[in-house]
């Protein structure tokens, strides 16, 4: 068999003869995949014979969109037929890489194409690529880059965040540029490629901005550097749009709005880069070794992009806006409460979404509160709020990951919780402690112990002042409501935020609490008062310059 036959190959199993061909595919006369799914009751969601269930984990209905903290979407059922089949045999990856790539290429319209392990994974291959030319020699050094030709990536302002960490895990040194002249200055023989990412209309990196994709590929095509377009979250468009702006590769998530496997990614562009970047990948060794692919994977991503060409798109977002009808007319008939629903026009996280919005200061909650109150409580929910910039508060519900029959239990979830009669907090009570001075804080991560430090300034309830970390020192802000003291502190790194919850009790001079880190899970805390007297001492100014050392 042919290497561009593996994929095609796949008609001859049971189940996944839905893998299609590219006249079929193209076709678009059959039916969507989501049709005939078994509709989601309240009794069948809370079944306590559910899998996950069975490991003491609270399954989630997802209102939120397709983030990977819960999961980042259900696959698809011909996603899981294929995934299904293609573990029945053993393949040689290499031949089923290349199999893939031209299969791909043909769906999509591009030159070739590649799946890594996650849409980060493929970025990181992709920028070993870049930095290697496919010379395996250079390859198994990395991180190592002594003795290179490129050691740097050239990174927007805009484009710098959590997701550029995958560039930088191969050892490069990143170059942050903010105009089109700093652009073209750094640009020189050591740079290896450009990496941005796409955003929401209006994004710096969209067409007619100053740093466009298309000023970037002007500059960038003359001098043979490669651009990455990081597009993860967005909708497939086909040909990609990104390729025909000036980007030589576009990367997608596979388990996001592709609703393909969730570790898996999409690349798409440049042959050469690519198959430097499958050169990048496990199986292979060197530093994508730890990026495993999985033989289902692969032939499942493919099948995901054969079934995007299919489903019926128009009638999927009629479906997404007949539920967020259910849960706005549920809601709606509740005083106070308003709803609208805008529908976006760009291509990153393309679903309508539902604001259910009201006045805190009438009904005494916000929309914070209600997400907290409903994803941690069955059913859990998960979704969006938000404090608007005129005082009103809201959630939002995104349907793009939502089964059938989820929207009447959400509705009725909603009402619930925004129909209950609910009492204005009680002003705080006096502070238990003045917590001014400072405070040495041994903090407990799971591996380790650090010494922090606060210095706090006290107003009554309110406090602020700085938290020194590990590394950083940053503005904190909090409350003292009796003996309980909440915290906040916020490390804006470039790229990247980590935040600090300080959570603990003030007992005379010590603090002791949790602290909670969001993605970074939590740790434990105790600060004790610092009570160390500085000695008095006069300083002494000179009257000019220095006369001896």
Not at 136 to 163: A, M, N
Not at 251 to 258: F, P, V
Not at 347 to 366: G, M
Request: hydrophobic share 40%; proline share 5%; charged share 20%.
């Amino acid at each position: 068999m042919k290497r561009r036959s593996v994929i095609k190959g796949l008609a001859l199993l049971p189940v996944a003869g839905n893998i299609l061909s590219v006249e079929a595919a193209e076709s678009g006369k059959l039916q969507g995949s989501l049709e005939g799914l078994a509709e989601t009751t309240l009794s069948s969601f809370l079944d306590e014979k559910n899998i996950y269930r069975s490991m003491g984990v609270e399954p989630i209905i997802n209102c939120r969109g397709s983030f990977t903290i819960i999961g980042g979407s259900i696959k698809l059922p011909k996603v899981k037929a294929a995934l299904d089949a293609a573990s029945n045999n053993f393949v040689q990856l290499d031949e089923l890489a290349e199999a893939a790539g031209k299969r791909l290429s043909e769906l999509t319209k591009t030159e070739w194409g590649m799946v890594s392990s996650g849409c980060a994974a493929g970025v990181k291959h992709i920028t070993a690529a870049c930095v290697t030319g496919g010379s395996p020699e250079r390859l198994i050094r990395i991180p190592d880059l002594t003795g290179f030709e490129k050691t740097e990536v050239i990174i927007p302002r805009y484009s710098r965040q959590h997701y550029d960490h995958a560039v930088r895990n191969i050892g490069v040194k990143i170059i942050t540029v903010s105009t089109a002249a700093e652009l073209e200055k750094a640009i020189n023989p050591k740079t290896a490629m450009i990496y941005l990412t796409s955003g929401t209309p209006g994004a710096a990196s969209d067409t007619g901005q100053p740093l466009s994709l298309e000023v970037i590929a002007a500059i960038a095509k003359p001098m043979n550097v490669p651009i990455l377009m990081d597009a993860a979250a967005e909708s497939l468009t086909i040909p990609p749009i990104h390729l025909k702006r000036g980007a030589d590769i576009v990367a997608y998530s596979g388990g996001k709005t592709i609703r393909g496997p969730q570790s898996a990614g999409l690349m798409l562009g440049n042959k050469n880069i690519l198959l430097a970047a499958w050169q990048a990948s496990a199986p292979h060794h060197g530093p994508g070794r730890d990026n495993k692919l999985d033989r289902d994977e692969i032939v499942g991503m493919v099948a995901a992009v054969e079934d995007w060409l299919v489903r019926d798109h128009d009638a999927e977002w009629k479906r997404w806006l007949s539920w967020l009808d259910v849960i706005s007319k549920r809601v709606s008939g509740i005083r106070g409460i308003s709803t609208k629903i805008i529908e976006p026009v760009n291509l990153n996280n393309k679903y309508p979404v539902l604001h259910i919005i009201w006045d805190p200061a009438k009904y005494p909650v916000t929309g914070y509160e209600i997400a907290e109150e409903v994803g941690r409580n069955k059913p859990r929910i998960a979704l969006g709020n938000r404090d608007e910039a005129d005082g009103t508060t809201s959630i939002q519900i995104t349907p793009g990951h939502m089964q059938p029959g989820e929207e009447k239990i959400v509705a009725e979830r909603l009402y619930g919780v925004l129909s209950k009669k609910r009492n204005f907090k009680p002003e705080m009570t006096a502070p238990a402690a003045n917590l001014s001075g400072r405070w040495d804080v041994e903090v407990q991560y799971a591996l380790s112990t650090s010494m922090h430090s606060f210095v706090i300034e006290q107003d009554g309830n309110w406090i602020q002042g700085t938290h020194k970390g590990d590394l950083d020192t940053k503005n904190m802000v909090g409350t003292i409501d009796g003996n309980e003291v909440k915290i906040r502190s916020t490390i804006p790194i470039v790229g990247n935020i980590i935040i600090y919850l300080f959570s603990g009790k003030v007992n005379g001079d010590i603090i002791a609490g949790d602290i909670h880190m969001g993605e970074y899970l939590t740790a434990k805390f105790t600060a004790r008062r610092n009570t160390t007297k500085l000695p008095k001492q006069r300083v002494m100014i000179p009257g000019g310059q220095p006369l001896a050392t």
